[in-house]
T-cell receptor
């Protein structure tokens, strides 16, 4: 039982390049999330999904796209990377939220540098 | 709207002394509250959660937190710090909707000196 995994762990991009980050979970969770973490700002939600085939915008969605074609996978895409997207990206998953069940389980993160 | 404020960006303690990490929240309803820990270059791990049951919540590694509605606080404590407790700690509140979204505080870095 691997929990939440992320690929790759590190990546360096040049401005304008594109890439896709992959998140996979083996807990049969319905909900999945992508966050970015920047110093002094906590985690900010980029996009999220409440089930296979669904996606929605979070707090900071500009410059990113997502897809949830399979329940266990959640992809984050950068079509044209910018230096402002240098960050650590975390994926998380959770069961269907109801009272007492909001906790999310996090992957190990992807460190992205855009030069 | 829900929000959370961590009152200290950095806390330094000596090994064996108590730890207090402070968190205030704002919520228009009875919230779910969490503390997560992040060790250097690692993902986030759930320490404990409050979900409207007992107001004193016990978590892993000897940590506990007390929900105080009158003070809108959810401070994290530990009686005796260990070197392995050095990490960043996040206070988190649920947004209360059916999306499961969480709102994170800015984080508190805990330094433990030998």
């Amino acid at each position: 039982n691997a929990g939440v995994t992320q690929t790759p762990k590190f990546r360096v991009l040049k401005t304008g390049q594109s890439m896709t980050l992959l998140c996979a979970q083996d807990m049969n969770h319905e909900y999945m999330y992508w966050y970015r973490q920047d110093p002094g700002m906590g985690l900010r939600l980029i996009h999220y999904s409440v089930g296979e085939g669904t996606t929605a915008k979070g707090e900071v969605p500009d410059g990113y796209n997502v897809s949830r074609l399979k329940k266990q996978n959640f992809l984050l895409g950068l079509e044209s990377a910018a230096p402002s997207q240098t960050s650590v990206y975390f994926c998380a998953s959770s069961q269907t939220p109801r009272v007492g069940r909001y906790e999310q389980y996090f992957g190990p993160g992807t460190r992205l540098t855009v030069t | 709207a829900q929000s959370v404020t961590q009152l200290d960006s950095h806390v330094s303690v000596s090994e064996g002394t108590p730890v207090l990490l402070r968190c205030n929240y704002s919520s228009s309803y009875s919230p779910s509250l969490f503390w997560y820990v992040q060790h250097p270059n690692k993902g986030l791990q759930l320490l404990l959660k409050y979900t409207s049951a007992a107001t004193l919540v016990k978590g892993i590694n000897g940590f506990e937190a007390e929900f105080k509605k009158s003070e809108t606080s959810f401070h994290l404590t530990k009686p005796s710090a260990h070197m392995s407790d050095a990490a960043e700690y996040f206070c988190v509140v649920s947004d209360g909707g059916n999306t499961g979204k969480l709102i994170f505080g800015q984080g508190t870095t805990l330094q433990v000196k030998p």
